[in-house]
C-alpha cells in the first residue's frame, strides 16, 4: 500500500550517497540543496505536521469525553503534554548529536571532524545517531492511513547531504565503496521501518498526535539548524534567501 512512498525514500538515499564524488567538487551546489531541504521541513512542521497533530489531538480528547464526564477540563489540560511532546523530541535531537556529530545538517561539525574523520568507531557513531533520528521520523510519514509526501518529499531532500555524510566517514575510515554503500543501506531502510511499525502498533494510532508533535521537535531542531549552519558566518545572501522563500511557497502550495 506504501511500497511507492518507501521505495522512493531509500532508493532516493541510496542515489544521494552514490553522487557523493559529484557533489564532493560542488559544495556550494549541496549546500543550497540542504538550505532548501531545511527550509522545506521547516514549513512542512508548521503548515502541515502541527495541525494535524493538534487536529488529532482534539479528535482524541472528543472521543474521551463521551467515555467521561469532565471533557472540557480533560481537553483544556491536554494542550500543555502536546507541547511538550515538541519540547522533548528537541531535546532528544540534541542528544542524539552527540553520535551524529551534526550530520543531519549535512555536515559534520568541522572540530570533531578533524580529530575524527578517519575512525571508524566515529563513522558508526554517526550512522547510529542518523539512523535513530530517520526511524523517528518514519513515525509521522504515514498519518491516518495515508502516507503524507509533503513530509516523504521534505525527507527525501533532507537525507540527500545526509547520505552523502554518511558514506564519505565510511570512505574516509577506509572502507570500499560497496561497503561504504552497505552501511549507508542501513541508514536508508531506517525511515521505513520506523513507518512500518508505527503502521502496524496500536500504540502509535492511539496516540497519533504526541508522536506527531515529538517528530515535530526533531525536524524544528534539525530543520533550523540546518538552515544557519549551512552558512558561513551564518550570513544569508539573495539567492539563499531566494532558495528559502521557494521551499516556503512549495510547502505551503502542496495538498494537505
Known amino acids: 500500500m506504501y511500497f511507492v512512498g518507501y521505495a522512493i525514500l531509500f532508493v532516493a538515499c541510496m542515489i544521494s550517497g552514490f553522487c ?9 551546489v549541496l549546500k543550497y540543496i540542504s538550505v532548501f531541504g531545511g527550509a ?26 463521551h467515555l467521561h464526564s469532565h471533557s472540557d477540563h480533560e481537553g483544556h489540560s491536554s494542550l500543555l503534554p502536546m507541547g511538550a511532546f515538541v519540547l522533548l523530541g528537541f531535546v532528544l535531537q540534541l542528544l542524539l548529536e552527540l553520535l551524529s556529530k551534526g550530520a543531519e545538517h549535512g555536515h559534520l561539525h568541522s572540530e570533531e571532524h578533524s580529530e575524527h574523520k578517519s575512525g571508524f568507531v566515529s563513522a558508526l557513531m554517526v550512522l547510529v545517531g542518523v539512523s535513530i533520528h530517520a526511524f523517528l521520523e ?21 537525507n540527500i547531504p ?8 565510511f570512505l574516509a575510515a577506509g572502507c ?41 521537535g526533531i525536524l524544528l531542531h534539525v530543520s533550523v539548524s ?29 495538498p494537505h
Do not use: W
Not at 512542512?44 to 482524541?60: D, K, T, W
Open 138 to 158: 518514519g513515525f509521522a510519514l504515514v498519518i491516518d492511513g495515508k502516507m503524507n509526501y509533503s513530509l516523504l518529499l521534505g525527507v527525501v531532500l533532507h
Open 226 to 254: 540546518t538552515l544557519f549552519d549551512s552558512s558561513e558566518s551564518h550570513k544569508y545572501n539573495f539567492a539563499r534567501f531566494v532558495t528559502v522563500v521557494a521551499a516556503f511557497v512549495l510547502a505551503c502550495l502542496l
Open 162 to 169: 545526509i547520505a552523502m555524510v554518511v558514506a564519505g566517514s
Open 176 to 216: 570500499s565503496k560497496l561497503a561504504s554503500m552497505c552501511y549507508l543501506a542501513v541508514f536508508a531502510i531506517m525511515g521505513v521501518l520506523g513507518s512500518l511499525l508505527g503502521v502496524h502498533l496500536d500504540f502509535v494510532a492511539e496516540h497519533t498526535g504526541q508522536i506527531m508533535c515529538f517528530v515535530v
Open 20 to 28: 557523493l564524488f559529484f557533489f564532493e567538487k560542488k559544495p556550494k
Open 40 to 65: 522545506f521541513l521547516l514549513a512542512v512542521c508548521f503548515v502541515h505536521l502541527l495541525p494535524e497533530a493538534f487536529s488529532g489531538a482534539g479528535h482524541e480528547v472528543c472521543s474521551h469525553s
